[in-house]
C-alpha cells in the first residue's frame, strides 16, 4: 500500500518504492526513507504535503512522491 493512504498517527515500515529512479532514491535515503526504516505518519490532509516523524526529525514529502513509497502497516 502507498504512504500517501496512510491515516494520521499510524506507525508504518517502508517497503520498497515504486518505479524509483536514482535520483528519487537518493533522496528518499537522504532524508531518512529506506526499505526497513519505521515512520510515523503526523499529517496526512486530503491536499498538500505529508508529515512524517522519522527518527526524531519531521520531514514534510509531497504526494507523488508518497504515493511511491510502499509500506507495510506496524501491529
Given at each position: 500500500m502507498p504512504l500517501a493512504l496512510v491515516q494520521e498517527g499510524e506507525k508504518v515500515?517502508?517497503?520498497d518504492f515504486i518505479?524509483?529512479?536514482r535520483a528519487l532514491f537518493c533522496r528518499?535515503?537522504?532524508i531518512g526513507?529506506?526499505?526497513g526504516k519505521v515512520v510515523e505518519v503526523l499529517s496526512n490532509q486530503e491536499r498538500g504535503p505529508i508529515l512524517l516523524k522519522i527518527d526524531e526529525s519531521r520531514v514534510a514529502i509531497g504526494r507523488g512522491m508518497a504515493m511511491k513509497?510502499?509500506?507495510r502497516r506496524i501491529q
Open positions: 515500515e517502508i517497503v518505479k524509483a529512479g528518499l535515503r537522504d526513507i529506506f526499505p513509497i510502499l509500506i
